[in-house]
């Protein structure tokens, strides 16, 4: 769901006139090969499932988001540091720990919260090619097997998630509607936030989800995304200064838009289910 509703907002920007950059969870050149790995074993402990996704996403931010934005680009961002909120506290993390850990992430300023009911996503898991071990949450032990396991995990997911809403300013979108239908919201929302100017510069980080598979963000399939322009303990808008630019310089008119949602995932770069969903 998010990885369609991202390609197809990407294709509608480029057409335009607007350049952009998508970025997703664990596409890091640095990190994607050592989390693999790390979670092949299915023996990641909450502590180091959270560090390395934080320096997945701050090796993302600095070599990806960061010179695209000041490029004048659109970034579209497949998750962004609220899938690892509800992630993390959900694996009982000390939510206090877990901001200060991503305290450095950007502020979007537009968060997509694409959500779906656990039943759907369930749904749509099956006929995408199924249920694994992280995206079932089978290292908390919630069940008696994978389908239990799954049922449950994504269930208190996407609770973190509908707790976020308020509080990060998520724009919910039903992810039960088509496709299409999505995509038009979408469109509706992000228009308003891009430059008049196509050399503007604009960020638009969407879609991180949790759920099988999740601007500071990102339960059971739930996802956001996350624009550049303040630290997540400030306020982003257009205008607003990037980390590293020189002082007084700005980015034309930084946008930030995050898209958060539930379902099965097919990143276009080929990442795994889990990459897409949980």
Known sequence: MRGTQIAQLKEWLQVEGYGVVETGWSRSALMAKSIDAAKAGNMLNPLTFSLLYATDFADRLEKQIIPALRAGFVVLADRYIYTAFARDFVRGADPTWVR?????????????YLRIGV?????????????????????????????????????????????????????????SKPIDKIQAQLRTMVAPLLPKSRRGGTA??????????SATSQAAGASAGAVAGAPVAGAAGPGAAVPGADSGERTPAPVAVAAAGTGPEHPADGRTE?????
């Open 100 to 112: 200060e850990l991503f305290s450095f992430a950007l502020v979007p300023d537009l968060v997509c």
């Open 119 to 175: 039943d759907d996503l369930i749904q749509r898991v099956l006929e995408s090619g199924g249920m694994n071990y992280w995206e079932s949450g089978m290292d908390l032990r919630l069940g008696t097997d994978l389908f239990d396991c799954f049922r449950k995990y994504q269930g208190l997911l996407l609770k973190e998630f509908d707790r976020m809403t308020e509080p990060y300013g998520f724009h919910v979108v039903d992810a």
């Open 274 to 278: 889990e990459e897409g969903r949980g």
């Open 204 to 213: 638009v980080l969407s879609a991180e989800a949790a759920g099988a598979g």
